[in-house]
């Protein structure tokens, strides 16, 4: 983590929860909540149908944001069962993923898509979450940080430094998407290097303040390895985000990361 960058928790909770059950969880989660978890900008991600619910919480007053799961990237038309940008927002969503493994194994979506989609999101003020990845495949062939680089590339260039500075990157290794598996620490650590790096090349200074998050298996145990490398801000969690006692657990790791990185900076 670097202190310059408040980290980010977003909960993906993919295709789980009803709107009674999303409530439920916001009752027993946001009675978590306190002052020292403040250092943390907490996303939760639900399905679309529980958007509405959590919107008519109290959720914004306590400091955490609400974010879709994907989005389409025309504002309107003839494109059955999609959501636009603007109806997203009208339902209290500040945040999208795009990109995400998922979206394109299992529905095709392509780099050119994954583009659209994220400048569309910019386009309507919100903040896009894009993950990028490789395959165990690709990794083990040595091209991981090709791979990463072509995304990155096909998703963000061209874009002015500003609308740049609002997106953050998840970077998910595709192999260890809800296995249980994660990747370990430094090898997340080392990608995450690669992927500033490229953002540098791609968005200029603006790469400092765009957010590296990991997502892949993350959980309470492990958490606190990956957010101790300098270029990792916090975690896409899916699994570990669908009890309020283990997400309330990661975001209490990273706000105790940063608070410990606020006194090593008084102290200098």
Known sequence: MNAARKPLLAANWKMNKTPEE????????????????????VVICPPYPALP???GTDLRA?????????????????????????????VGCSHVIVGHSERRAYFGESDE????KLRAALEEGMTPILCVGETLEQRT???????????????????????????VVAYEPVWAIGTGRSAAARDAGEMAVAVRRRLRELAGPAAEEIRILYGGSVAPDNFARFLAEAEVDGGLVGTASLRPESFFALVASAANAATAQAGEGEAQ
Request: cysteine-free.
């Open 113 to 116: 898509v994954v583009k659209r």
């Open 62 to 90: 306590r400091g955490v944001y609400l974010g879709a799961q994907n989005v389409h990237w025309e504002s309107r038309g003839a494109f059955t069962g999609e959501v636009s940008p603007g109806m997203l927002r009208a």
């Open 22 to 41: 999303a409530l439920a969880f916001w009752r027993e989660f946001s009675g978590r909540i306190s002052g020292e978890t403040g250092r943390v900008e």
């Open 141 to 167: 062939a040595g091209r991981a940080e090709e791979v990463v680089a072509a995304q990155l590339t096909a998703a963000l260039e061209g874009l002015d430094t500003g609308r740049a500075a609002r997106v």
């Open 53 to 55: 619910a959590l919107q």
